[in-house]
């Protein structure tokens, strides 16, 4: 192995077919790359690329006593016939509607004012995150005690401070704020800490310059510090939405999609007809249309992302 | 305390009088607010395991335990198979670390140096999937796992099953490609030059100057696994993570005893973190800045 890296850069940029030795190290080396990538890359063939030409195809397929059929749209029929199908989505949308106002306002909000402290950064950055190294279902079950409408220590402080107390989880209106709530809890630290480090890379000479220009706290924060993190608000913006639709396992372990129904979301619904219903192929159409609808978000996302770069 | 950046708020006008006394007002009020709302559901977790079942439900709450008794968490160690529970995540975790260290840092630093043809097509496609909502996939996943394509393994109740999908992280490759470019290739050349393989010179010069990047992708790594649920809840359901088992105990167990066991499940990450804070602050700004 003499050959340096050096040499192989300068043949590869020769035109092709100079000599055959050349060519043939060319080879060699290609085949050496490919080596080192072999791994992940049949990792990502056989756990995300090839599940995803599967789902396609099951969704418009059925099995019949081991034997598969093409059944055409009727699992795509079965799943919108469904009610549960428009509660579930209208269900993810509320959740989703909810946990960006609260979950992306408030650690915003967060940032910006550890970011104006001298003092105790650091104790503040960790206290944001803790929450988001433990894990889920620990965080759930412990809000789960906490809201518990009896005793609860939500609802007694409530009642302390001569406050009406809530059914939290047990009434169909307060279920899905509630998940939010806890879901919050456990996730903001990190949005937090990705704004903090943004916020610190605003050069305070834009800030004097409003200042100068006579704009109060407002106006900076609205002219000076949203514009220059509007990148990277924008994108956690759409991870958020993307994260947010995804929700299961608040869901899973805190009210088993209920009361009556009102906390099961897509994917719980997606979990249901597979392993409850055993309809594994109407659960991958499902499947194909949270694909489709998040494909799409993402699409809008990056069209107005470049519109917005253009202007 | 000089603090050379100036921020929104003028260091003038927070040393005038009226400016000290507003921020000393606000500093206090977040600190407090803060120290609530995150210390203080840790510091029901960490003492209600110390209480009875009957005095975890009293009204009003008690701030300290009355008769602190360690029974709940002897109990919930054994009622949860804490022991198994914890071997089995750690073993997932392990393991999963180091199929995502050896594979992914391997593809990183081809696609970054080596430079195969289609290789840009290759990272374009990784990328793109990371637009893939990951819970849409479970179906197909699962099928795929219950018998492999071609060689028609069952990997269900395997740690393979949570080892071998956690390579395909787009993102993890993305972050150490993006590091691996920042190296010159000089330096690589150099290597080469002394007669240095690819192998040679990524062991020996590539991965020493990529200590830092490494630690953030490990400690990604392991949080993911640790933190999963919906699919060890599927794929593993005879050697359940903690996360899962915990939660499969639940409904069984005397209030206090739960609580020990939340507790208990939630000491390795909260320690694992209080030792990596700096390196998981580090990583969160890196993997974050350029998206």
């Known amino acids: 192995m003499a050959v340096t890296l050096t040499r192989e850069r300068a043949r590869a940029a020769r035109p092709r077919g100079a000599r055959p030795a050349a060519r043939r190290r060319a080879v060699a080396r290609n085949l050496r790359a490919h080596g080192f990538l072999a791994g992940a890359l049949l990792c990502f063939v056989l756990f995300t690329w090839y599940p995803m030409l ?9 099995v019949h006593h081991g034997t598969t059929s093409w059944v055409g749209l009727a699992n795509y029929r079965q799943i919108t016939a469904d009610p549960g199908f428009w509660d579930a989505w209208r269900n993810t949308l509320e959740f989703t509607g909810i946990a960006l106002v609260v979950g992306f306002v408030v650690p915003f909000a967060a940032a910006l004012v550890i970011n ?8 503040l950055r960790i206290l944001v995150y803790l929450p988001v190294m433990l894990p889920p279902v620990a965080g759930i079950l412990l809000f789960k005690y906490f809201m518990d409408p009896g005793y609860g220590l939500f609802n007694q402080v409530l009642h302390a401070l001569h406050l009406p107390g809530s059914s939290w989880l ?10 939010v709530l806890v879901s919050t809890w456990g996730n903001l630290g990190s949005a937090t800490l990705v704004y903090l480090a943004a916020l610190q890379g605003i050069p305070g000479e834009l800030y004097e310059a409003a200042e100068l220009d006579g704009a109060n706290l407002l106006q900076r924060i609205w002219h000076v510090t949203v514009p220059q ?31 009556q129904g009102a906390t ?10 597979a392993f409850n219903y055993d309809k594994f192929n109407t659960a991958a159409a499902l499947g194909v249309i949270m694909l489709l609808v998040l494909g799409c978000f993402s699409a809008l996302y990056l069209w107005l992302e470049r519109r917005g770069r253009e202007d | 305390m000089a603090t050379a950046t100036r921020t929104l708020i003028s260091p003038v006008q927070l040393s005038r009088p009226r400016g000290r006394r507003i921020y000393r007002a606000v500093l206090a009020l977040v600190l407090l607010g803060a120290t609530l709302a995150f210390v203080g559901p840790l510091y029901w977790l960490a003492t209600g395991g110390f209480k009875s079942s009957q005095e975890l439900v009293r009204t009003p709450p008690t701030l300290f335990p009355a008769r602190p008794g360690t029974h709940a968490f002897t109990e919930a160690w054994s009622r949860l198979g804490m022991g198994q529970l914890l071997l089995n995540t750690v073993v997932y975790a392990g393991g999963a670390l180091l199929f995502q260290l050896v594979f992914c840092v391997a593809a990183a630093y081809s696609l970054s140096k080596l430079r195969p043809v289609l290789g840009n097509v290759i990272l374009g496609m990784m990328l793109g999937s990371m637009m893939i909502p990951a819970a849409a996939l479970v179906i197909p996943q699962y099928l795929t796992v219950l018998d492999l394509p071609l060689v028609h393994w069952n990997l269900q109740d395997t740690p ?8 395909a992280n787009a993102f993890n490759i993305f972050l150490l490609k993006r590091f691996f470019d920042s190296i010159p290739d000089e330096l690589l050349d150099a290597a080469a030059i002394d007669g240095a393989g690819p192998l040679r010179t990524l062991w020996s010069v590539v991965l020493p100057i990529s200590r830092p990047i490494l630690g953030v992708v490990s400690i990604f790594g392991l949080v993911a696994v640790w933190k999963d649920f919906l699919w060890p809840l599927i794929t593993v359901p005879a050697h359940e993570t903690l996360n899962v088992g915990v939660n499969t105990a ?17 000491i390795p990450t909260i320690v694992l973190f209080l030792v990596f804070q700096r390196n998981i602050m580090a990583g ?6 350029k998206g």
């Open chain 2, 160 to 167: 393979w099953v949570i080892w071998l999908p956690t390579v």
């Open chain 1, 54 to 62: 599967r789902e396609i195809t099951m969704s418009f397929q059925r």
């Open chain 1, 170 to 179: 047990a009434a169909k209106g307060t279920a899905m704020p509630s998940l």
């Open chain 1, 116 to 123: 104006e402290l001298r003092h105790a950064q650091s104790y």
């Open chain 1, 229 to 259: 993190t509007r990148l990277i608000l924008s994108l956690m913006l759409m991870l958020q939405v993307v994260a947010t639709m995804q929700m299961f396992t608040e869901s899973f372990v805190l009210t088993g999609g209920g009361p």
């Open chain 2, 250 to 266: 639940a409904t069984s167990m005397p209030q206090n005893s739960l609580i020990a066991g939340l507790f208990l499940a939630s």
């Open chain 1, 264 to 273: 099961t979301t897509v994917v719980y619904l997606l979990y249901d007809y």
């Open chain 2, 284 to 289: 969160l700004t890196a993997g974050s800045l």
